[in-house]
């Protein structure tokens, strides 16, 4: 059915009304729910457990590949940790079970495993590929395994963490700046696919977080503006959990700078070659 129509054919109170419904109806409350983080064992994941431990959630669950951090983290926030490469989709699959297993049902996924890697076209391929492995298809697995069942019950919240450079592009590595890309368009995909049936899906884009990734980053890390403390962002995840939008920007002028973009590109380019030029002389 044409949806468009009976939109448009609406009055300006009856929309409001629709629009208001939509929203009450997609907020994910994290009390008592079932959260699975990957790429928890530090920074940005690890910081996101905590908070949603102490929101209340019934169960957390860890997964990352670096099974060591994983323990402590585990350990010092009171999740469960399970191992995972979310680059191997039997891993993922079996990250699912065993969180299903353990408390019933994934309520909110947050689908956070990442990692910057410096690159230009010239990058080798194995590089390429693994970002895209990382970057994209560990969301595609996640979401083919739960999307039927979040959609199946009409709730669930499902979180792909991309970037600021995922809209913006960087200055120092396009396999990260496209495989980001590509995150955030899968969840646009996902978002219009499933939001009808009551599956809440967003997606994060921060810029620059104090985590071990940008511990030991220099020249192109140290241009960007407004280092925030992964709590912050944590925080930015919650408000979006309990409002149901689908943009996260914990860093509020990244949606200045995509406005910038798309308002006139020749000009965002000008200003990133200015951007590229400042920091290779740096
Ligand atoms: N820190 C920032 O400034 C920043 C900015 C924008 C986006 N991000 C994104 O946020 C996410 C978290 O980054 P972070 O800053 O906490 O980095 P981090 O390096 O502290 O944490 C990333 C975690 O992902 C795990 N990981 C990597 N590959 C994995 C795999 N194949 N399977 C399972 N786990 C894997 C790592 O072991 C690590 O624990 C990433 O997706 C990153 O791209 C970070």
Redesign the pocket.
Known sequence: MDIFPIILGQRRTDISILTVLQHERRKMKIEGKVAVV????????RALVRRLVREGAKGVVL????TN?LTEAAAATGGLAIA????RESDVRALIAATEDAFGQVDIFIS?????VPGDEDAPDDLWTGLWN??LM?HVYAARDLMPKMAARGSGAFIV?????GFLSHISSAPYAVT?NAAIAFAEYLAIEHGERNVQVSVL?????R????ENLSGSASLADGMIE?EELATSVVEALDSGQFLILPHPTVLEYLQRKTADYDRWLRGMRKLRTKFRKS
Request: neutral net charge; proline residues 7%.
């Open positions: 990957t790429g928890a064992a530090g920074g940005i994941g997964a990352d590949r670096a951090d995972c490469d979310v680059t956070n495993a990442g990692a910057y990382l970057h560990a963490t991309s970037s600021a450079a980001k884009c921060p810029q620059r977080v985590t071990p990734m940008t992964p």
